[in-house]
C-alpha cells in the first residue's frame, strides 16, 4: 500500500511539472561598488572607490593628462546553481584591460570605446573571490585612436571609466552581441524591411547558446509592446545539441505601427523568451522603434518625410573626471542637444557610451555612430584592431533606431583603399540591408554619404557647388576652423573692424558680449551657407560643448555651451531655428521661442540683437515700444528657417528690454533682459536637465553659483572667487575649490553615491550673501 502511495504521488508531482512551467530568471546587476583602487601594486593602502571611476581627477585646463597603469580590486560572494552561467560585462575601460580572478588570467583585452564580456563561470567559486583589473591607458599606436595623446584633438582618460554588470543566466541562454562575435548575428538582432503608416514587416533573429550536457528542443516567445498596443510571435521549434548554438529567425508583421521619428519616437518594448517544453530557460528585453530612414536622388527622408538634418558634435568628456560620467549625466547631454534645437549628433570621434544612445532614441535625436580615429593610420596590428571596432559597433548598437549614419571612416586620416573597401565590406556584412549608410570624411565610392568638414573646401562655399553623379553630402563639421584660420568667412567687411582673437567661433563665455555674438554669427554665417549645397542633405556644428584637447593647453571653446554645460549666445541661435511648430513634450524646449542676445549693460551694443523662430518681435525698452519688426534677410542669412532681428536703440539706458515674439498676430513667446546692478548674492542651483539625481548608483551633476544682484539677475561681469562646502554623507564635491566665477556663475561638480540622505551644499564669498542648497 505504501508502494502504490509513493508511485502515485511521483506521478501526481510529474504531471504538475508538465502543467506548470519552471521559471529560470536572468539577472543583471551593477557590479560598481565595494571596489578599491591604486597605482602602484605594491601599495598597502588602496582607494575605496565606485564605478564608473576616472584614475586621475585632472585640473580644469588638462595640459598634461595622466597615462599609465592603474589597478582595481574587489571582492564578492556570489550565489550560483550547477547550471548557471556567470559573465562580467564592463561597458568601458580605457584602453587595455587584463582581469585575474582569484589568481587566475581570464581576460586581455584592447580597445577603450565598446564593450567586452569575461565569462567567468568556470573561475568564481560562492564565497571569498577577488577581481584583480589592470588598466593601461599610455600611449599605444596599436590601439585606435592610436595617436599619442601629445598630438591628439581629444583625451583618452584612463580607468574602469563606464558601468561593470554581473550577469547570470542559465546554461541555455542568449548570447552577448559583441562577445558571440558572429557576422550578422549573436545576441538578439532586430530589422524592419518594409515600412509605412499601414504596416511593418520584418524580422528577429535570436542566437541561443546551449552549455547543457543535453540537447534542447526550444522555442522563443516575442512580444511587441508600447503603451497603446501589445503583439506576440512564437518560433519554430528548433534543437539546439549540447555545447552547441543556433540562430533563430522569426518573421515579424505589426499593423499600424507607431513609427520612431524626431518629434514622436515611440519604442518598442521587445521581451524574447526562450523555452523548452514548459520551461523558461531565458528572457531578455530591449527597446527598439520602426523607422525608415532613406537617402534619395533629391535629399535625406524620414518616415517618407524629406528632411535637412540640423545636428551638432559631441564628445563625452567632463571637466575634472574625463569620461566617467553616469548613465544619468550622458542623458542630461542629449536632453541639452535636443533642447538646443538639434535632432542630431555626431558622436565624434569614437563610439560612446549605450546611455547616451540610449537617450537619443528616447528623446528623438538621429545619430552618427563612429569608430575611433583622428589623423592617425597605424600597422596592422591597428588595422585589426579597428576592424573589430567596426564589427563590435555594430552588433552593440543596430537596434538603435537613432542610428541612421555608420561613421567606419578614420576621421581626417590618411586611409587607403583596402581599408576603405573593407571597412564598408565588414559593416555591410554585418548589416546586410537596404538603408544601411556608411560614412566617410573621403570621397571614396565605398562609402555611401561623404561627410566633408567645412574647413575642407578650397573656399568658403566650396561644398555648395559639389557634384559627383548626384552623390549627397553631409557637412560633418563647419563654424570653427574656418574662422579659427581666418580663411572662410564671408563677412569681411565686418571681420575688418576684428581683432583677430574676435573673429574666431573659439570663445570662452567670460570673453563678453561682443566675442560671443561674432561667434553665434559665425555659425549663422555657416549654416544659411550650408543650406545653399544642392546635395547636401545636412550638417553638424562644430560642436556642443567645449572640451580639453592632449595637443592644445587650454580649452578648446567653439562649443556653443562651455565646458560646465552653460549656454553661449550661439545656443539660443540654433534653439531659434527650430519651427515653432514644432510641440515637444513639455519636459523640452520648443514652440515658439525669443531670446535676447545682449546683457544691456554700460558695454553692451545698443544693435540688439534678438533670435526668434516667430513672425515678428516687438521690442521694448522700460515698457517703451523700440520697434516691431520682421527678420533681417541678408547675404548672410537668406536661407535661414528663421534669420535674427537687429534693433538699432540710439543710447543705452538702464532698465528691462523686453522682447515680445509674434506669429499670426498673436503674443506667443517672451524673454526679459534686466540691465545687471551691483553684485549682492548668490544664487546656488544644480543641473539636471529633466534627470533627477539617481537614489541609487552612483551619479555626477554641475552645480552653479549664479552671482546676482538685488533683483535677482546674474552679473555678466562678476568674477568673484567662491568658495563650496559640503554637508553630509554619501557626495563629494570635485573640481577647483575655491573657484572664479566666469561670466557671473561659479561652477563645481557633485558626485553622489546611493544619495537617500538630505545634503546641504553652500556657496560663499565674504562680500555676497551666502546661499545654501539642500538635496533630499
Known amino acids: 500500500m505504501k508502494y ?21 530568471t536572468r539577472t543583471k546587476t551593477n557590479f560598481g561598488s565595494d571596489w578599491t583602487f591604486t597605482k602602484d601594486s605594491t601599495s598597502l593602502n588602496w582607494e575605496n572607490i565606485t564605478l564608473p571611476h576616472t584614475a586621475q581627477i585632472e585640473p580644469l585646463v588638462v595640459n598634461n593628462q595622466w597615462q599609465g597603469n592603474c589597478w582595481y580590486q574587489k571582492r564578492f560572494d556570489i550565489e550560483k546553481t550547477a547550471n548557471e552561467k556567470v559573465f562580467l560585462y564592463f561597458e568601458g575601460v580605457m584602453h587595455e584591460t587584463w582581469i585575474w580572478i582569484n589568481g587566475k588570467k581570464v581576460s586581455h583585452h584592447q580597445g577603450g570605446y565598446l564593450p567586452f564580456t569575461v565569462d567567468i563561470t568556470d573561475w568564481v567559486k560562492e564565497k571569498d573571490n577577488t577581481i584583480i583589473v589592470k588598466v593601461n591607458n599610455e600611449d599605444n599606436p596599436q590601439i585606435p585612436p592610436g595617436k599619442t595623446l601629445k598630438t591628439l584633438d581629444f583625451n583618452y582618460y584612463g580607468g574602469i571609466y563606464r558601468n561593470v554588470y554581473l550577469i547570470k543566466t542559465n546554461s541555455v541562454y542568449i548570447t552577448d552581441a559583441v562577445h558571440a562575435n558572429q557576422v550578422n548575428s549573436g545576441g ?87 523555452l523548452s517544453e514548459n520551461s523558461l530557460l531565458d528572457s531578455q528585453t530591449l527597446k527598439t522603434g520602426i523607422r525608415k530612414a532613406e537617402i534619395k536622388a533629391d535629399g535625406f527622408y524620414l518616415n517618407g518625410k524629406p528632411l535637412f538634418i540640423n545636428g551638432t558634435n559631441r564628445h563625452q568628456e567632463y571637466p575634472y573626471i574625463g569620461y566617467a560620467l553616469s548613465d544619468e549625466a550622458n542623458y542630461r547631454d542629449a536632453v541639452k542637444i535636443k533642447n538646443a534645437g538639434f535632432d542630431f549628433v555626431r558622436l565624434s570621434h569614437y563610439p560612446q557610451t549605450e546611455a547616451f544612445l540610449k537617450a537619443c532614441d528616447e528623446l528623438g535625436i538621429l545619430v552618427m555612430n563612429c569608430i575611433s580615429g583622428w589623423q592617425f593610420s597605424g600597422d596592422e596590428k591597428f588595422l585589426e584592431n579597428s576592424f573589430q571596432e567596426i564589427r563590435d559597433l555594430a552588433r552593440r548598437d543596430r537596434n538603435h533606431p537613432s542610428v541612421v549614419f555608420w561613421e567606419v571612416s578614420l576621421n581626417e586620416s590618411d586611409m587607403k583603399e583596402p581599408y576603405m573597401q573593407k571597412a564598408n565590406t565588414l559593416l555591410k556584412a554585418e548589416l546586410p540591408y537596404a538603408h544601411i549608410y556608411t560614412a566617410g570624411w573621403i570621397d571614396n565610392p565605398n562609402y555611401d554619404l561623404f561627410i566633408p568638414a567645412r574647413q575642407h573646401g578650397k573656399a568658403p562655399d566650396y561644398w555648395n557647388h559639389y557634384e559627383n553623379n548626384n552623390r549627397k553630402i553631409f557637412i560633418a563639421e563647419y563654424g570653427d576652423w574656418e574662422y579659427y584660420a581666418q580663411n572662410a568667412g564671408f563677412n569681411q567687411t565686418s571681420f575688418a573692424n576684428l581683432k583677430e582673437e574676435e573673429r574666431t567661433s573659439r570663445q570662452l563665455r567670460g570673453f563678453g558680449e561682443k566675442r560671443l555674438l561674432q561667434q553665434a554669427f559665425n555659425y549663422q554665417e555657416a549654416f544659411n551657407s550650408n543650406i545653399k549645397g544642392k546635395h547636401t542633405i545636412g550638417q553638424a556644428n562644430w560642436l556642443m560643448f567645449d572640451y580639453n584637447r592632449g595637443y592644445a593647453d587650454d580649452i578648446e571653446s567653439s562649443g556653443i555651451s562651455d565646458i560646465f554645460r552653460i549656454p553661449k549666445f550661439a545656443h539660443y541661435f540654433y534653439q531659434s531655428q527650430r519651427s515653432p511648430n514644432v510641440k515637444l513634450s513639455d519636459k523640452f524646449v520648443s514652440g515658439p521661442r525669443v531670446y535676447i542676445a545682449n546683457y544691456w549693460n554700460e558695454k553692451s551694443s545698443t544693435d540688439v540683437t534678438v533670435f526668434s523662430n516667430c513672425d515678428e518681435v516687438a521690442l521694448y525698452l522700460n515698457d517703451i515700444l523700440i520697434a516691431k519688426q520682421k527678420p533681417l534677410r541678408n547675404a548672410f542669412s537668406d536661407q535661414l528657417p528663421h534669420p535674427p532681428f537687429v534693433f538699432k536703440i540710439s ?6 528690454l523686453r522682447a515680445v515674439g509674434i506669429i499670426n498676430g498673436k503674443k506667443l513667446a517672451e524673454h526679459i533682459v534686466k540691465s545687471p546692478e551691483s553684485p549682492s548674492a548668490i544664487e546656488l542651483v544644480i543641473d539636471e536637465s529633466n534627470v533627477k539625481i539617481n537614489p541609487n548608483n552612483p551619479d555626477v551633476v554641475f552645480v552653479y553659483a549664479k552671482i546676482v544682484d538685488a533683483n535677482g539677475t546674474v552679473v555678466p561681469d562678476a568674477n568673484h572667487l567662491i568658495t563650496f562646502n559640503l554637508e553630509g554623507e554619501q557626495a563629494e564635491l570635485i573640481g577647483q575649490n575655491p573657484i572664479t566665477a566666469e561670466a557671473g556663475i561659479a561652477t563645481i561638480l557633485l558626485r553622489t553615491n546611493e544619495l537617500k540622505k538630505t545634503i546641504k551644499i553652500k556657496a560663499q564669498n565674504s562680500t555676497l550673501k551666502s546661499a545654501i542648497l539642500e538635496l533630499e
Open 4 to 24: 502504490y502511495f509513493i508511485l502515485a504521488f511521483s506521478v501526481f508531482f510529474l504531471l504538475s511539472c508538465e502543467k506548470n512551467e519552471i521559471h529560470y
Open 188 to 274: 538578439i538582432l532586430v530589422h524592419f524591411d518594409e515600412i509605412n503608416p499601414e504596416i511593418a514587416t520584418g524580422f528577429i533573429k535570436v542566437h541561443v547558446k546551449n552549455e547543457s550536457d543535453e540537447p534542447k528542443k526550444v522555442k522563443l516567445e516575442i512580444t511587441f509592446s508600447t503603451p497603446n498596443s501589445k503583439k506576440k510571435f512564437t518560433s519554430k521549434e528548433v534543437v539546439i545539441g549540447s555545447k552547441t548554438d543556433e540562430s533563430i529567425t522569426s518573421t515579424l508583421e505589426i499593423l499600424n505601427p507607431e513609427l520612431w521619428g524626431i518629434e514622436q519616437p515611440n519604442l518598442y518594448d521587445v521581451e524574447v523568451k526562450v
Open 651 to 656: 543710447s543705452f539706458q538702464r532698465g528691462i
